[in-house]
């Protein structure tokens, strides 16, 4: 198993930034990517950003050129660095780690991103 909790999150106005920060504990030498997913209010889970083990990182769409993902494996955390925000970004961020052994997803409780304009 796999432990995951978010912090970070919070309200903040549009063109601003946020830092995301996922702290892992539990089978962590099992993890083959770390990321974050949001999910907005009537809206599918949608893929924000990903890293794998040997580091090529995968963006959205929606946020490339403006977010990006990080991590610190000594301290078994990895960051979601959010700038230019805009009113679209706001939804329920989730830290994810993904065990492609077990074939499973962890995924943290989530974190409140709000962007007022």
């Known amino acids: 198993q796999v432990q995951l909790v978010e912090s970070g999150g919070g309200l903040v106005q549009a063109g601003g930034s946020l830092r995301l920060s996922c702290a892992a504990s539990g089978r962590i030498f099992s993890i083959n990517a770390q990321g974050w997913y949001r999910q907005a209010p009537g809206k599918q889970r949608e893929l924000v950003a990903t890293?794998?083990?040997?580091?090529?990182?995968i963006y959205g769409d929606s946020v490339k050129g403006r977010f990006t993902i990080s991590r610190d494996n000594a301290k078994n955390m990895w960051y979601l660095q959010m700038t230019s925000l805009k009113p679209e970004d706001t939804a329920v961020y989730y830290c994810n780690a993904r065990d492609d052994l077990l074939n499973t997803n962890y995924w943290g409780q989530g974190t409140q991103v709000t962007v007022s304009s």
């Open positions: 890293i794998t083990s040997g580091g090529t990182t």
